[in-house]
């Protein structure tokens, strides 16, 4: 009944709907409530499911909100790479729904409206409308921070959200210079008008101010910084979801910008730079890092930074490589830092922990394994699909990034072998093992050890797939084609 | 004293970034902007959508989704904000009933607030004003009488009723063009004959949702951070 | 160059000026004092910065404002397109306020403090040596014993 | 009209410039609301009504509200019990 094209709206306003009657249902009683919400988190992965059916070959579908043609009216857009991430979004979320006791029926709805405003971050084609869906994001996620309920945790959030809403009022500052500029807002009719009225300092003065905005929750240098006091704050839950999903959100953003509207060597560079930034920092940090979580933290950024700089290689096999390393960051780290959330305290303190809990130790050797990139995990085939790419590029200063994130995978065994091999040593001195796992709090983890090490088995085809949605996804012509058919 | 150094850093370090900013500026030159989207817009405007206020009409018809983000964010804020002080313990300068004449005051500005941001939301597509500077007018009417007599906190029910049915509304009325295969929030009703008040088809119905929940939303958020109301 | 396109050039040279004064003058507060209060104060002057900016942007010398009485256009308008994403941004904006007010009475609930350096250096002690400064929790108060800090969070 | 806009940031300038420096948050909270209300009639001067009545209503009169609300719960307002005046 409903038309074909037009259901990519329903990823967006379906949870967004469900959250504005969730408080009416919750003050009936607590459980139907917490149940609407993960039946309409169900719903919108069987939505993403159903899409993934209609472009999964290689189709686009575009939908003009209003019946208003684009550039005027707001488009949306789907192909594989944004189902793709709805599917990292709708999956992560599900996985990771916030425990009943942070926040109550309060979490549940901040929850949804999470999911509500991603599925709009990656489906948009309009640039403020982008920012606007980034805006729901950050405030969901301002909330989430502070859902623990622990004095860290309020102050983490108020100088997350600080930190975040200065970069969106620079972002939108980096629209106002765009639409002065070009005089529209539409991506599609961006990529048209770019080269003519976007080159220059301007567009890179744009494109500067829009990645330090989107940047944030791209866990991007040097917007970072709330980074690791978030994510030791917040329940485990939520620093999951924010470091596995929504910075996966963002940096597909950035890789649409870049492609479309500033595919051009001064804004490479620049993403190239901060990238390279976060990777050394992030690991140098991890390295010093106290305990897990922060280790997990900094890790983190360091990875995000990875995925900038495989982005800034401007060839399709660079954004094959930049989804890869986003994708497998996406599946590995929630389930570390569901162990670093049970095993807080220093590192040195994690010994006895195999005896405790072996499955809990094991997902994390696997897991980290992967990060570091040990044949035959999907995370060595990941990292050589980058360094080859790296060093294949033609600009040398490639090269140079591509050394220096062959000695952060240096840095990044070194932390990761010493907490592994503590947690196979007897405890130090008089201190006592870590805590047992329950197994239904590790459930996660091990769902996404097993997505890992099935990955393993389908190494090829995932290859092949990931090579089409990049090629797809680097020629801003289809995309122009598709939204705007006439113009090329 | 403390922290010169750091004062001094920061305003060379901002000097240096105004003379950036203004050299950008320079670049787009005043009133010349290209522009072309917006000019497009306003040439078909009145006729696509029947609206005379043609910011609404962006706002409503070819921005719609922008609108309905937008009321979302003041519910996540509303949301977060009444999670964060819902453990609080209740403000300092609390409990007193406030002094006759504001009790009075709030008697008659209640009922000529409520009309005044009643009016400025339905003629939104017509003249300035809408469903943003209306809600924020009826989230004061609704407000100030709490400020008044802090013992009778907002009508939390009521409120709460008006916030989640006035949002589902919003959708609910985008969402009827899905119906029947036309894209979300495609305008319904026609255009109607533009200047008058029952015009621009379902866009009045539109704005009126927004009124309602940027009041509810605005007057809860007010409300919470007075902490008069933290619903637990 | 005309009268007029010198004046508009001039009202250009104004507010461009006043916008830019507005965007530093707010950064400056963002990061030279400490109390969180004046920090939110300078966010909303960055805030009011751009959003003048971006309305500066749709100007056009000798253009109506974009609502056409009567029912039709008379003549050029300025631009609409940039007036309403500064609604929707001034919106957001109230909203963003509000949620960071809400921290900020909950963190000097907390912390006892609104500077924002002794903020983090309270959160630090409290998240990151644990082994010297035992969790305490809003509510429960009481410090917890060194066995139950090894409990999760998630 | 010209005079009026430059009236208005001068008028904003100072005001933004008293926000920032001021000693007292709440004077800086007063402050805000001014720069909020010159930049209402900058929205006027540029021909944007629909921006100016929401920057009135919204940046002078709904956050000053929240500012201030703000400041008394955290005993910031003067005259507050436990308040330690407005001081930073």
Redesign the interface.
Same mark, same amino acid.
């Given at each position: 009944?409903?038309?074909t094209?037009?259901?990519i709206?329903l990823p967006?306003?379906l949870p967004?709907?469900a959250?504005?009657?969730l +408080?009416?249902v919750g &003050?009936l009683h607590v459980w139907p409530a917490r149940l609407l919400g993960q039946i309409v988190g169900v719903l919108h992965l069987a939505v993403v499911a159903y899409l993934w059916t209609l472009v999964g070959g290689g189709e686009t579908i575009v939908?003009? /909100?209003? *019946?208003?043609a684009p +550039?005027?009216?707001?488009v949306l857009y789907a192909d594989r790479l944004s189902v793709l991430f709805l599917l990292v979004l709708s999956v992560g979320i599900l996985l990771f729904w916030p425990?009943r006791e942070h926040?109550?029926t &309060?979490?549940d !709805?901040?929850t949804l409206?999470l999911l509500?405003?991603g599925s709009?971050l990656v489906l948009?084609g309009?640039l403020?409308?982008i920012f606007?869906?980034y =805006?729901?994001v950050a405030?969901?996620s301002?909330?989430l921070a502070?859902?623990? *309920?622990?004095?860290?945790g309020? *102050?983490?959030?108020?100088?997350y959200? /600080?930190l975040s809403?200065?970069g969106? #009022?620079l972002a939108? /500052?980096g629209? #106002?210079?765009v639409?002065?500029? #070009?005089? !529209?807002? @539409?991506l599609a009719?961006l990529s048209v008008l770019a080269p003519e009225?976007l080159s220059g300092?301007?567009g890179l003065?744009a494109f500067l101010l829009l990645v330090l905005g989107f940047g944030v929750k791209a866990e991007l240098f040097p917007v970072n910084t709330w980074v690791p =006091?978030v994510y030791?704050?917040a329940? !485990?839950?939520v620093t999951a979801i924010l470091a596995g999903v929504v910075s996966k959100l963002s940096m597909v953003v950035i890789l649409r910008l870049l492609v479309l509207i500033f595919a051009d060597p001064g804004a490479q560079t620049l993403l190239l730079v901060l990238g390279l930034a976060g990777v050394i920092a992030g690991e140098l940090a991890a390295f010093r890092a +106290?305990?897990l @979580? &922060?280790t997990f933290a900094f890790s983190s950024i360091a990875q995000l930074g990875l995925v900038a700089v495989a982005f800034s290689i401007p060839d399709d096999l660079g954004i094959a490589a930049g989804i890869a390393v986003a994708v497998h960051h996406a599946v590995v780290k929630p389930g570390l830092f569901?162990i670093a959330?049970?095993? !807080?305290? +220093?590192i040195e &303190?994690l010994g006895g922990a195999a005896r405790v809990s072996r499955p809990a130790a094991i997902a994390f050797v696997l897991l980290s394994l992967s990060i570091i990139g040990i044949p035959p995990f999907p995370g060595f085939w990941v990292k050589l699909l980058l360094l080859g790419e790296a060093f294949a590029a033609v600009d040398p200063v490639y090269a140079l990034a591509g050394a220096v994130i062959l000695a952060a995978t240096v840095v990044e065994a070194a932390y990761l072998f010493r907490a592994a091999a503590l947690m196979w040593e007897p405890p130090e001195g008089d201190n006592?093992p870590?805590?047992a796992f329950p197994l239904a709090?590790l459930a996660p983890t091990l769902v996404l050890t097993l997505l890992i090490l099935l990955a393993m088995g389908a190494v090829s085809p995932l290859g092949e797939a990931l090579e089409a949605m990049a090629a797809e996804v680097g020629d801003a012509a289809i995309y122009v084609g598709n939204v705007l058919p006439g113009r090329i | 004293m403390k922290g010169y150094g750091r004062a001094v850093a920061a305003t060379i370090f901002l000097i240096g970034l105004g003379t950036l900013l203004a050299a950008l500026f320079a670049a787009l030159p005043f009133g010349q902007a290209p522009m072309q989207v917006g000019q497009a817009t306003a040439v078909v405007a009145l006729p696509e959508t029947g609206a005379t206020n043609i910011v609404s009409a962006i706002l409503l018809a070819y921005r719609g989704l922008d609108t309905l983000g937008e009321v979302t964010i003041l519910f996540v804020a509303a949301t977060a904000a009444g999670m964060v002080l819902s453990g609080a313990g209740r403000g300092e300068a609390q409990g007193a009933p406030a002094g006759f004449i504001l009790r009075v005051a709030s008697g008659l500005l209640f009922p000529f607030l409520l009309a005044l941001g009643a009016f400025i939301v339905v003629h939104g597509h017509l003249t300035p004003g809408g469903g943003f500077q209306g809600g924020a007018i009826l989230a004061a009417a609704f407000f100030i009488p709490l400020l008044a007599n802090p013992a009778s906190p907002l009508n939390h029910t009521v409120a709460m009723v008006i916030e989640g049915v006035s949002g589902a509304a919003f959708i609910a009325i985008g969402a009827a063009a899905l119906f029947g295969g036309e894209a979300f929030l495609t305008p319904l009703f026609g255009t109607g004959t533009p200047g008058e008040l029952f015009s621009a088809g379902s866009l009045p119905l539109l704005y009126l949702a927004v009124g309602l929940k940027v009041g509810s939303e605005l007057a809860g958020l007010m409300a919470r951070v007075a902490g008069e109301g933290g619903r637990a | 160059m005309t009268d007029a396109m010198l004046l508009a050039e001039a009202l250009g040279d104004v507010l461009y000026t006043g916008a830019i004064g507005l965007i530093l003058l707010g950064l400056y507060a963002m990061v030279v004092p400490r109390h969180l209060v004046r920090i939110v104060l300078g966010l909303l002057l960055v805030q009011s910065g751009v959003n003048l900016f971006l309305v500066a942007v749709g100007y056009r010398p000798e253009a109506a404002a974009p609502i056409l009485l009567g029912g039709q256009a008379i003549g050029p308008v300025v631009d609409p397109l940039p007036q309403a994403l500064v609604l929707t941004a001034i919106v957001i904006g109230v909203g963003v306020l509000a949620l960071a007010l809400a921290l900020v009475v909950r963190v000097k609930d907390v912390h006892g403090t609104l500077d924002s350096r002794e903020v983090a250096e309270r959160m630090a002690a409290e998240t990151g040596d644990s082994r010297l400064m035992p969790e305490t929790a809003p509510g429960r108060g009481a410090a917890v014993p060194a066995r139950e800090m090894l409990e999760d969070r998630s | 009209m010209i005079e009026l806009a430059l009236i208005s940031v001068l008028v904003m300038i100072g005001a933004a410039l008293a926000v920032v420096f001021v000693r007292g948050l709440m004077a800086a909270v007063a402050a805000a609301a001014v720069v909020s209300l010159a930049l209402s009639v900058l929205f006027a001067v540029l021909r944007a009504p629909d921006v100016a009545l929401a920057e009135a209503a919204v940046g002078a009169g709904l956050s000053g509200v929240l500012l201030a609300l703000t400041l008394r719960r955290v005993g910031l307002w003067p005259g507050s019990p436990s308040g330690d005046g407005d001081r930073e």
């Amino acid at each position: 009944m409903i038309g074909t094209a037009h259901q990519i709206v329903l990823p967006v306003v379906l949870p967004l709907l469900a959250a504005f009657l969730l +408080p009416l249902v919750g &003050r009936l009683h607590v459980w139907p409530a917490r149940l609407l919400g993960q039946i309409v988190g169900v719903l919108h992965l069987a939505v993403v499911a159903y899409l993934w059916t209609l472009v999964g070959g290689g189709e686009t579908i575009v939908s003009a /909100l209003g *019946g208003f043609a684009p +550039p005027l009216g707001i488009v949306l857009y789907a192909d594989r790479l944004s189902v793709l991430f709805l599917l990292v979004l709708s999956v992560g979320i599900l996985l990771f729904w916030p425990r009943r006791e942070h926040g109550g029926t &309060r979490a549940d !709805t901040l929850t949804l409206l999470l999911l509500g405003g991603g599925s709009g971050l990656v489906l948009s084609g309009d640039l403020f409308n982008i920012f606007v869906f980034y =805006e729901i994001v950050a405030v969901a996620s301002y909330g989430l921070a502070a859902s623990g *309920g622990n004095a860290a945790g309020f *102050g983490a959030a108020l100088r997350y959200l /600080l930190l975040s809403a200065l970069g969106s #009022a620079l972002a939108l /500052l980096g629209i #106002a210079l765009v639409y002065g500029a #070009a005089g !529209t807002l @539409n991506l599609a009719d961006l990529s048209v008008l770019a080269p003519e009225r976007l080159s220059g300092p301007m567009g890179l003065a744009a494109f500067l101010l829009l990645v330090l905005g989107f940047g944030v929750k791209a866990e991007l240098f040097p917007v970072n910084t709330w980074v690791p =006091e978030v994510y030791t704050a917040a329940p !485990t839950r939520v620093t999951a979801i924010l470091a596995g999903v929504v910075s996966k959100l963002s940096m597909v953003v950035i890789l649409r910008l870049l492609v479309l509207i500033f595919a051009d060597p001064g804004a490479q560079t620049l993403l190239l730079v901060l990238g390279l930034a976060g990777v050394i920092a992030g690991e140098l940090a991890a390295f010093r890092a +106290p305990d897990l @979580n &922060r280790t997990f933290a900094f890790s983190s950024i360091a990875q995000l930074g990875l995925v900038a700089v495989a982005f800034s290689i401007p060839d399709d096999l660079g954004i094959a490589a930049g989804i890869a390393v986003a994708v497998h960051h996406a599946v590995v780290k929630p389930g570390l830092f569901v162990i670093a959330g049970h095993w !807080t305290g +220093p590192i040195e &303190r994690l010994g006895g922990a195999a005896r405790v809990s072996r499955p809990a130790a094991i997902a994390f050797v696997l897991l980290s394994l992967s990060i570091i990139g040990i044949p035959p995990f999907p995370g060595f085939w990941v990292k050589l699909l980058l360094l080859g790419e790296a060093f294949a590029a033609v600009d040398p200063v490639y090269a140079l990034a591509g050394a220096v994130i062959l000695a952060a995978t240096v840095v990044e065994a070194a932390y990761l072998f010493r907490a592994a091999a503590l947690m196979w040593e007897p405890p130090e001195g008089d201190n006592r093992p870590p805590a047992a796992f329950p197994l239904a709090r590790l459930a996660p983890t091990l769902v996404l050890t097993l997505l890992i090490l099935l990955a393993m088995g389908a190494v090829s085809p995932l290859g092949e797939a990931l090579e089409a949605m990049a090629a797809e996804v680097g020629d801003a012509a289809i995309y122009v084609g598709n939204v705007l058919p006439g113009r090329i | 004293m403390k922290g010169y150094g750091r004062a001094v850093a920061a305003t060379i370090f901002l000097i240096g970034l105004g003379t950036l900013l203004a050299a950008l500026f320079a670049a787009l030159p005043f009133g010349q902007a290209p522009m072309q989207v917006g000019q497009a817009t306003a040439v078909v405007a009145l006729p696509e959508t029947g609206a005379t206020n043609i910011v609404s009409a962006i706002l409503l018809a070819y921005r719609g989704l922008d609108t309905l983000g937008e009321v979302t964010i003041l519910f996540v804020a509303a949301t977060a904000a009444g999670m964060v002080l819902s453990g609080a313990g209740r403000g300092e300068a609390q409990g007193a009933p406030a002094g006759f004449i504001l009790r009075v005051a709030s008697g008659l500005l209640f009922p000529f607030l409520l009309a005044l941001g009643a009016f400025i939301v339905v003629h939104g597509h017509l003249t300035p004003g809408g469903g943003f500077q209306g809600g924020a007018i009826l989230a004061a009417a609704f407000f100030i009488p709490l400020l008044a007599n802090p013992a009778s906190p907002l009508n939390h029910t009521v409120a709460m009723v008006i916030e989640g049915v006035s949002g589902a509304a919003f959708i609910a009325i985008g969402a009827a063009a899905l119906f029947g295969g036309e894209a979300f929030l495609t305008p319904l009703f026609g255009t109607g004959t533009p200047g008058e008040l029952f015009s621009a088809g379902s866009l009045p119905l539109l704005y009126l949702a927004v009124g309602l929940k940027v009041g509810s939303e605005l007057a809860g958020l007010m409300a919470r951070v007075a902490g008069e109301g933290g619903r637990a | 160059m005309t009268d007029a396109m010198l004046l508009a050039e001039a009202l250009g040279d104004v507010l461009y000026t006043g916008a830019i004064g507005l965007i530093l003058l707010g950064l400056y507060a963002m990061v030279v004092p400490r109390h969180l209060v004046r920090i939110v104060l300078g966010l909303l002057l960055v805030q009011s910065g751009v959003n003048l900016f971006l309305v500066a942007v749709g100007y056009r010398p000798e253009a109506a404002a974009p609502i056409l009485l009567g029912g039709q256009a008379i003549g050029p308008v300025v631009d609409p397109l940039p007036q309403a994403l500064v609604l929707t941004a001034i919106v957001i904006g109230v909203g963003v306020l509000a949620l960071a007010l809400a921290l900020v009475v909950r963190v000097k609930d907390v912390h006892g403090t609104l500077d924002s350096r002794e903020v983090a250096e309270r959160m630090a002690a409290e998240t990151g040596d644990s082994r010297l400064m035992p969790e305490t929790a809003p509510g429960r108060g009481a410090a917890v014993p060194a066995r139950e800090m090894l409990e999760d969070r998630s | 009209m010209i005079e009026l806009a430059l009236i208005s940031v001068l008028v904003m300038i100072g005001a933004a410039l008293a926000v920032v420096f001021v000693r007292g948050l709440m004077a800086a909270v007063a402050a805000a609301a001014v720069v909020s209300l010159a930049l209402s009639v900058l929205f006027a001067v540029l021909r944007a009504p629909d921006v100016a009545l929401a920057e009135a209503a919204v940046g002078a009169g709904l956050s000053g509200v929240l500012l201030a609300l703000t400041l008394r719960r955290v005993g910031l307002w003067p005259g507050s019990p436990s308040g330690d005046g407005d001081r930073e």
